[in-house]
């Protein structure tokens, strides 16, 4: 009873590196999300994915990049890190769009840190 | 246009006294509202929601909140703390077309003190 899967766990790049942070659902849910949490900020979401073969930006969706692979996964690409992408990356998903209601289902994140 | 305020960044209860987690939203439409919880290193986990119906929502582990209309108020309460209620605590509100996801809270981080 996997849920939501985020792989890796911790990541330390230097600027202008590049990296794929990895995520897959097994509940069969159609939306999935990327969120950045920093402290005091909450979470902010960078990019969503209704259903499978939709993407749209989210509130901070510069300097990333999302691919909705099939309906399990969705994964996040970072093409130039920069110091400001420090942060804790939280996968989710929901069996529709959360303004339908259906609560979201996060991973427990990947730690990035650009140096 | 949504948006969340959560009061208190961070909160410190004795054992066994009351738990209060305040929560303002701001929505153009009717809202969904959310509290979820955050225990160290881990996703958050849903604790209660509010979509329709009636307005006293009760939660896991013994948490509950209510949505005040006129207040644009949705503030998480537990009547006695436990040490295990020790965590991060995120409002969130969605609703209306064209947003379909979650706008979050900044946190409140809850200690609970023996």
């Known amino acids: 009873n996997a849920g939501v899967t985020q792989t890796p766990k911790f990541q330390v790049l230097k600027t202008g590196q590049s990296m794929t942070l990895q995520c897959a659902q097994d509940?069969?849910?159609?939306?999935m999300y990327w969120y950045r949490q920093d402290p005091g900020m909450g979470l902010r979401l960078i990019y969503y994915?209704?259903?499978?073969?939709?993407?749209d930006k989210g509130e901070v969706p510069n300097g990333y990049n999302v691919s909705r692979l099939n309906k399990r996964e969705f994964s996040l690409r970072l093409e130039s890190a920069a110091p400001s992408q420090t942060s804790v990356y939280f996968c989710?998903?929901?069996?529709?769009?959360?303004?339908?209601?259906?609560?979201?289902?996060f991973g427990n994140g990947t730690r990035l840190t650009v140096t | 246009a949504q948006s969340v305020t959560q009061l208190g960044s961070h909160v410190s209860v004795s054992e066994g006294a009351l738990v209060l987690l305040r929560c303002n939203y701001s929505?153009?439409?009717?809202?969904?509202l959310f509290w979820y919880v955050q225990y160290p290193n881990q996703g958050l986990q849903l604790l209660l929601k509010?979509?329709?119906?009636?307005?006293l929502v009760k939660g896991i582990n013994g948490f509950e909140a209510e949505f005040k209309k006129s207040e644009t108020s949705f503030h998480l309460t537990k009547p006695s703390a436990h040490m295990s209620d020790a965590a991060e605590y995120f409002c969130?509100?969605?609703?209306?077309?064209?947003?379909?996801?979650?706008?979050f809270g900044s946190g409140t981080r809850l200690q609970v003190q023996p």
């Open positions: 989710a998903s929901s069996v529709q769009g959360s303004s339908y209601n259906s609560p979201l289902h």
């Open positions: 509940m069969n849910h159609n939306s």
């Open positions: 994915s209704a259903s499978e073969g939709t993407t």
């Open positions: 929505s153009s439409v009717p809202p969904y």
């Open positions: 509010y979509t329709t119906g009636a307005t």
């Open positions: 969130a509100v969605t609703g209306g077309t064209g947003r379909r996801a979650l706008t």
